[in-house]
């Protein structure tokens, strides 16, 4: 298994323009999470999402961040419009629910964001 | 921009000592806690979860201890090698199983 997969791996862009993250869940996996990881406030939860529907989104920002699941193998991540505050690492990582099972999340390597 | 960032507690061990990283935790309701293993440009790495109803788990050269009585969580690794070198991050779950909160970490740095 390839792990969880996130693209791109390094992001710069301007103030104002959109950015797309994309994420591939481990294959069987129901859950899917956005975590965003910066200096100044940790690991936080952004979204996450179970059988593709989104479950809780209380750690989204502000309107301009969104995040889809169209199918069970694909996420995106969408800010629009971005500013420098975005600037963090933004992880994915997924995780199979059944109860008493292990709930370990599997982690992506992450997206590197700088805005300028 | 930020001028100030979280101060992580750094743990500075020899190598082949043996390490313990604590944690404590908030909320009495959390019945789930997981240890992460964070190396430099890399995601976080599950190492090790314990269920409230025990006190203390095992696994290979890591031990996980649970005092529920002053919400307190440990990690001991046994034998303390460079590659132990990381952040460790404790997590407990809140507001259902598969929703987890995550701790500020703690950089553990092995002195060869």
């Known amino acids: 298994d390839a792990g969880v997969i996130q693209s791109p791996r390094h992001e710069v862009t301007e103030m104002g323009q959109e950015v797309t993250l994309r994420c591939k869940p481990i294959?069987?996996?129901?859950?899917l999470f956005w975590y965003r990881q910066t200096m100044m406030r940790g690991l936080e939860l952004l979204i996450y999402?179970?059988?593709?529907?989104?479950?809780?989104d209380s750690g989204m920002p502000e309107d301009r961040f969104s995040a889809k699941m169209p199918n069970a193998s694909f996420s995106t991540l969408k800010i629009q419009p971005s500013e420098p505050r975005d600037s963090a690492v933004y992880f994915c990582?997924?995780?199979?629910?059944?109860?008493?099972?292990?709930?370990?999340?599997?982690f992506g390597s992450g997206t590197r964001l700088t805005v300028v | 921009g930020e001028s100030v960032g979280l101060h992580l507690p750094t743990l500075s061990v020899q190598e082949g000592d043996n390490s313990i990283i604590n944690c404590a935790y908030s909320n009495s309701a959390s019945d789930y806690f997981i240890w992460y293993k964070q190396e430099s440009g890399k995601g976080p790495q599950f190492i090790i979860d314990i269920r409230s109803n025990m006190d203390k788990r095992q696994g290979q050269r890591v031990t996980v201890l649970l005092n529920k009585t002053v919400k307190h969580l440990s990690l001991q690794i046994a034998a303390t090698q460079p590659g132990d070198s990381a952040v460790y991050f404790c997590?407990?779950?809140?507001?259902?199983?598969?929703?987890?909160?995550f701790g500020t970490g703690t950089k553990l740095q092995v002195i060869p």
């Open positions: 990582a997924s995780s199979f629910g059944r109860r008493r099972a292990n709930y370990g999340y599997t």
């Open positions: 999402f179970n059988n593709n529907v989104p479950i809780d």
């Open positions: 997590a407990e779950n809140r507001g259902g199983y598969q929703k987890v909160t």
């Open positions: 294959s069987g996996h129901d859950y």
